[in-house]
């Protein structure tokens, strides 16, 4: 019989590069690398002796390690790193009775969980960086092919003026620039070393603690903090307020690319591939599979980053409950990010467009999109308030006979007073009504380049 397991989502919902970050090995084997550091940085400071180091690096290897017991011990214990220190104490002294007593030397068993969640934490930025990178080279590539590509905007879920298909990915394109340039900043505060020992004074070391955080944060190539942050849990806030406004930009295409494909819309649509998007009963569907995951993520996020930001006004030194609340949820939302990016980077660089589609679109009003174009001419010479009433009493009218705005104003001598047939025309076509569409995807686009080279 299989073993239980919560994992049947987990291709949906998850990358698995990101899953195998936080799986238990992972969890695990970044304890044991803090441990394996720690003994390297203790011997050349010489806390410890050098002979030491080699039977207790052998030692800190994941799958040495009995999961299920560990896992049960977990509950007595009260965290990961008790039961795991005792296991990693008990197989070095089966090799080397000597070298286990400098085990741990000086360290909490937060230093270890800590230290261990930033190296994982290190190696989920680097999958978060590159798949930000493809996903913003995808957009960017969009944005340039569709920059003229006429549709209608809306406002209010109701058409509104033109835009252009190219202006609103580099929307989209615009929003992943800053967080790649958020995460950028923020990696020198996250990634650094905890280690505090007891209480944050590293007292047990006597002299050489500030030597030990020195090699320590060297050897494992993290910052050296200030102090220690063992109940100072912004750091990891940040990141996860990031993750947050990740999820939420990737919401935003979700959301805007499930609406273009709705069956009245029809106009950019998901790439097909066999059995994607399909009904149970309804052969004809052709769902936003990809898009709902971004929509869900987004939803999922904002619960997940409350609960680190609840979770952040810890008691004094080291806290009850509230740092255990942070131990799966950061990692749940650096997962859910992570499969939200898989499902964007299968959509975007594949997406199809029917811009014949948009333009009958674009006319489904019969020239009310452009009413604010008339005005505007209007304005120009009969005054804005003028000009606003005698194109909405035409638009009225054209909705109520059911006729073409074009027509409706080609009749109106208040208006063909001020504005000729080939004027109304120009007017009244989308093309030329694009407004700063255009220089808005270079200027995306150059964002984007820029921050890449």
């Not at 995460?183 to 030597?211: I, T, V």
Request: glycine share 8%; proline share 4%.
């Amino acid at each position: 019989m299989n073993s239980p397991s919560n994992q049947l989502f987990d291709a949906y919902f998850t990358a698995p590069a990101m899953r195998a970050i936080f799986c238990d090995h992972g969890r695990v084997q970044g304890m044991l690398d803090f441990e394996a550091a720690l003994a390297r940085a203790e011997a050349r400071v010489g806390v410890i002796p050098s002979e030491a180091v080699a039977a207790i690096e052998a030692a800190c290897k994941a799958e040495l390690y009995d999961f299920p017991a560990l896992a049960v011990a977990i509950g007595s214990a009260g965290n990961s790193a008790i039961p795991l220190v005792k296991a990693l104490g008990k197989r070095i002294a089966a090799r080397d009775a000597e070298a286990e007593r400098h085990v741990h030397l000086g360290a909490t068993s937060q230093d270890a969980m800590d230290s261990g969640l930033v190296l994982q934490l290190r190696a989920a930025i680097t999958l978060l960086e590159n798949d930000l990178a493809t996903l913003a080279e995808a957009l960017a590539g969009q944005a340039r092919l569709h920059a003229d590509t006429p549709l209608a905007g809306r406002t209010w879920l109701q058409h509104a003026t033109p835009v252009t298909l190219g202006m609103k990915i580099a929307g989209w394109l615009g929003a992943l620039t800053r967080h790649r340039q958020r995460l950028a900043e923020l990696k020198p505060r996250l990634l650094c070393l905890q280690f505090g020992g007891a209480s944050g004074s590293l007292a047990a070391l006597g002299d050489k603690a500030f030597a030990v955080a020195g090699a320590l944060a060297e050897e494992l190539d993290l910052a050296l903090p200030e102090q220690p942050w063992h109940t100072q849990r912004d750091r990891l806030v940040e990141f996860a307020s990031l993750l947050g406004l990740v999820a939420g930009s990737l919401g935003k295409l979700g959301r805007d690319l499930s609406l273009l494909m709705q069956t009245e819309a029809g106009e950019v649509f998901e790439p097909a591939a066999p059995g994607k998007g399909g009904s149970s009963t309804m052969p004809h569907k052709r769902n936003p599979v990809s898009a709902a995951v971004l929509i869900g993520a987004a939803t999922r996020a904002p619960g997940l980053v409350a609960t680190l930001l609840a979770a952040m006004p810890q008691e004094h030194e080291r806290s009850l409950g509230l740092w255990h609340a942070e131990w799966e949820t950061l990692p749940e939302l650096c997962c859910l990010v992570s499969g939200a990016l898989q499902q964007a980077l299968l959509v975007v660089p594949g997406l199809e467009v029917d811009a014949a589609r948009m333009r009958r679109n674009l006319d489904l009003t019969q020239g009310l999109v452009l009413a604010e174009a008339v005005s505007i001419a209007l304005a120009q010479r009969i005054g804005r308030d003028a000009a606003h009433h005698l194109v909405e009493r035409c638009c009225r009218q054209a909705v109520k006979e059911g006729a073409h705005l074009r027509a409706v104003l080609g009749a109106e001598p208040e208006v063909t007073a001020q504005l000729s047939a080939d004027e109304l025309d120009r007017l009244l076509d989308a093309a030329h009504y694009l407004g700063q569409a255009r220089r808005w995807v270079d200027r995306a686009v150059a964002e984007h380049q820029n921050f890449s080279r």
